[in-house]
């Protein structure tokens, strides 16, 4: 059982360039998460999706898209990096009004 | 204020040692609390949820203060093992009403 699966799990951008990364889960949960992780700061919510077809905004959204088009899928997408953006992704799954949130094992990203 | 607040720590304390964390939140219409455990360099786990009555797991006991609106956890008879960084949990009604806390970092040493 893969249960939730973030990929890549590193990448060094060049500033201005754009970038998804890309998420997948096989437990059908309902509802996707996309956080960022700094030190200091814990982690933030950038965007969530409480079923396919639905999106919200998080704490931190600006800069950041993503789109929902089935279950599995919630992939994020960064439309011109920028160096604040260079971070720890992680990617969660949850079952609607559930307390626990599964984790993929991050996307460590830099941007220069 | 941050919504959710912990002491960053470092905790280092002898094997075997009794450690506590509290971690307080400033909504008071949160509903569910939960501890989660972070490794260096991995993706935060489930540790366990906080309920109103408190519960305990082993050596891991968690509890609930509404009234004060902290959550605390208590470790006894630690090991090397429980090494990591603890991030306590509030959410809220909605989806996006999960709020992280920065975590507190404990080692535990031989």
């Known amino acids: 059982i893969a249960g939730i699966t973030q990929a890549p799990t590193s990448q060094i951008l060049a500033a201005g360039r754009r970038m998804t990364l890309r998420c997948t889960q096989d437990?059908?949960?309902?509802?996707m998460y996309w956080y960022r992780q700094d030190l200091g700061l814990g982690l933030r919510l950038i965007h969530y999706s409480n079923t396919a077809g639905t999106t919200g905004k998080g704490e931190v959204p600006d800069g950041y898209s993503v789109s929902r088009a089935n279950t599995d899928d919630f992939p994020l997408t960064l439309a011109s990096a920028v160096p604040s953006q260079t971070s720890v992704y992680f990617c969660?799954?949850?079952?609607?009004?559930?307390?626990?949130?599964?984790f993929g094992e991050g996307s460590r990203l830099t941007v220069l | 204020r941050k919504e959710v607040e912990q002491d960053p720590g470092p905790f280092n304390v002898p094997e075997g040692a009794t450690v506590a964390f509290n971690c307080t939140y400033s909504?008071?219409?949160?509903?569910?609390f939960f501890w989660y455990r972070q490794d260096c360099r991995k993706e935060p786990k489930l540790l366990m949820s906080?309920?109103?009555s408190g519960n305990e797991d082993g050596r891991f006991t968690a509890q609930l203060n509404r009234a004060s609106q902290y959550i605390s956890l208590l470790i006894r008879d630690s090991k090397l093992s429980d090494s990591a960084t603890y991030l306590c949990v509030v959410r809220g009604s909605s989806a996006s009403k999960i709020i992280f806390g920065s975590g507190t970092r404990l080692s535990i040493r031989p």
């Open positions: 437990m059908r949960h309902n509802a």
């Open positions: 969660a799954s949850g079952t609607d009004g559930a307390g626990e949130l599964f």
């Open positions: 906080v309920y109103s």
């Open positions: 909504n008071s219409a949160s509903q569910s």
